[in-house]
């Protein structure tokens, strides 16, 4: 139902994601709001990598009570603010992938909504 678009008239796509998803047949749709590293206490790692993991931990979560899996991603935006390791946000995001290569677009922003968030990622869901 989802697979990668990957004309040969383009270079590879330059980390771990697909230039496009098409998405046939679906069924379901989920499309998250940007979800952010705060967690359930309220407090919010220092570290870069700890946001990252728990943004995709709460990802995962979201996409299990949709009856979903990993797999059924077929987009993700991450916005990172400037002064950040990309390279912590993409093993982030490949750990959590397993292998699995949506469509992804990576954009620094000026800010978030609250100063003490790195990053926040929103995903597009099929099945």
Avoid: C
């Amino acid at each position: 139902m989802n697979r990668p678009v990957a004309p040969a008239t383009l270079p590879p796509p330059a980390a771990a994601y697909s230039h496009a998803v098409l998405v046939e047949g679906a069924a379901r749709v989920l499309h998250t709001s940007g979800i952010v590293p705060t967690a359930d206490d309220g407090s919010v790692p220092e570290a870069l990598a700890g946001q990252a993991a728990l943004v995709w931990r709460k990802i995962g979560e979201i996409l299990g009570e949709a009856g979903m899996a990993v797999t059924d991603i077929v987009a993700i935006t991450t916005y990172v603010v400037p002064g950040q390791d990309l390279s912590v946000v993409m093993a982030a995001r490949d750990t959590f992938m397993a292998g699995h290569r949506p469509a992804s677009t990576l954009v620094v922003v000026a800010g978030l909504a609250q100063a003490a968030w790195k990053l926040e990622i929103s995903a597009v869901a099929a099945r």
